[in-house]
Structures are given as C-alpha cells and as structure tokens.
C-alpha cells in the first residue's frame, strides 16, 4: 500500500513539473501584445508562424495537425486585427509533400479555414524556419509563434539571434493549454530540456 501510494505521489509530481515547465516555456522571450507601430493588444497586424514537424506520410500527421490547430486558434479573435497571415513552415523530407503544404491542405480542407496563407516550405531545421519566413513577417506587428511550447521557445530565441529587432513584436500564442497533452507532458519537458541545452540562460529566462 505504501508502495502504491508512493508511486501515485511520484506520478502526480511528474504531471505537474511536466505541466508548469510547458507553461512556463510558453511564456517566455513574449512581450505585453502591443505592436511594432504602437498598435494595441488585439489590434494591427499579426503573423501566426506554425512550424512543421517532419512528415513523410502524405497528409498531415497527428504532431503537424495539433499544430495547426493550436496556430488556428491563435489568431486574433474579433475585427480589432487589421490583417491575420497564417504562415506554415517546413520543407519536404525525401520525395513527398512539403510539410508546409501538408499544413496548410488541413487547414483549409479540414478545418475549412479560409484566412490569408503563406507557405514556407524550403526548410529543414528550426533555424532555417525562422530564417526563412522572416521576409515574410518583416512588416507586422506582433508575431506568433506555434509548437511545442519548448520547439517554439527554441525557434523565438532564433529570431532574438537573426533580428533582435523582430523579436521585440513577439507575443504568446496558444500553444499552451492547461490538461492538454498532460499525460505526455512530462515526456515532452524531458525532450524540451533536452533540445534547449544550445540556448544562453537568459534565452532560457526570457529577457527580450
């Protein structure tokens, strides 16, 4: 009994590390909403950048589709945002589809989403993610970045690298929900520690 109980203590310790640490990493290198041209929280522009996890199957993966709808979700509720482009990222992996288009044909087939779309469908890293849509979020005003909260930590301290001037427009998306995913979370704030080793600390504490 005391055994069991035990293991139920650790289990519940486990789930709730792995939810505060998603949490956290959500929330982090975010500014307050406001705008690059002093546009208020919810309204101005905005880039809602989801990035693709790679997909060699034809249609998009249960990760790639959790994505979309995480960014889909992300978009700017209301008539306050001017403009809303909803930017997939990621090349192809061998032969097949790109993971972008893959992305994108869910959100619209699927989802029936029927907003502004662009594709980036050159890259093969996170790095290259974010090097290659900056032509494509260089005159908004607050960027969205969508994943994993840790992937999309690691692909924000990357603009901080490549445009520090960008970096300052970015707000949270809604990547992170409370209960969702928890039984996995633990498993992914162990991979997430894991993939953000390369970061400085305060990438990792999140000082714009």
């Not at 945002?81 to 790109?98: D, K, M, P």
Request: glycine share 12%; proline share 3%.
């Amino acid at each position: 009994m005391r055994r069991r109980a035990g293991l139920v203590m650790a289990g519940v310790v486990a789930l709730a590390w792995g939810e505060w640490l998603n949490r956290r990493w959500s929330r982090t290198l975010v500014g307050n909403g406001w705008g690059a041209s002093g546009a208020g929280p919810g309204t101005g522009t905005e880039a809602v950048v989801v990035l693709g996890f790679r997909n060699p199957q034809p249609t998009a993966n249960v990760i790639n589709r959790w994505r979309v709808r995480a960014g889909m979700r992300s978009i700017t509720a209301g008539d306050g945002a001017r403009e809303t482009r909803l930017i997939f990222s990621g090349g192809a992996i061998g032969s097949g589809a790109a993971e972008a288009r893959l992305m994108a044909d869910y959100a619209k087939s699927e989802l029936g989403y029927d907003g502004t779309v662009l594709l980036e469908d050159r890259s093969a890293t996170t790095w290259e993610n974010i090097e290659n849509v900056i032509p494509l979020i260089e005159d908004v005003d607050r960027i969205k970045i969508v994943s994993q909260p840790a992937h999309a930590l690691k692909a924000r301290a990357y603009l901080r690298r490549q445009r520090p001037d960008l970096a300052q427009r970015l707000v949270n998306a809604a990547d992170y929900r409370s209960g969702e995913w928890m039984l996995v979370k633990p498993l992914l704030a162990l991979y997430g520690l894991w993939t953000l080793r390369g970061l400085d600390a305060d990438e990792r504490r999140g000082s714009l």
